[in-house]
């Protein structure tokens, strides 16, 4: 019933940026909050940031003052902007949204992912 498409990744240098964008799709009544991870290779999945419907934001230690999350309600977006890449910053992007949606006159609420995209930042 909702779809999350994922787009912006690719190969840059470092200190270059990148904006991530995620829009959903489909019988969306609401979205909750919405976030961005990465796996980078070869490690663990880890939160980059998060932002409430009150637009409150939290960002992982690692990425503070570099990258910063927004939304557009009217388009069911969530964006990431990176500034100053490093190589560590290399990893699969997702983003991840609850969202309250509509199926059969019922009301639902269920987490959904993007496919993800990679982003490889060069040294």
């Known amino acids: 019933q909702v779809q999350l498409v994922e787009s912006g990744g690719g190969l840059v240098q470092a200190g270059g940026s990148l904006r991530l964008s995620c829009a959903a799709s489909?019988?969306?009544?609401?979205?909750?909050?919405m976030g961005w991870y990465r796996q980078p290779p070869g490690k663990q999945r880890e939160l980059v940031a998060v932002?409430?419907?009150?637009?409150?934001?939290n960002y992982a230690d690692s990425v503070k003052g570099r990258f910063t999350i927004s939304r557009d309600i009217a388009k069911n977006t969530v964006y990431l902007q990176m500034n100053s890449l490093k190589p560590e910053d290399t990893a699969v992007y997702c983003c991840?949204?609850?969202?309250?949606?509509?199926?059969?006159?019922?009301?639902?609420?269920?987490?959904?992912w993007g496919q993800g995209t990679q982003v490889t930042v060069s040294s």
């Open positions: 991840n949204e609850e969202v309250t949606y509509s199926s059969g006159g019922r009301l639902y609420t269920a987490d959904y």
């Open positions: 489909g019988s969306i009544i609401s979205i909750n909050a």
């Open positions: 932002i409430t419907p009150v637009v409150s934001t």
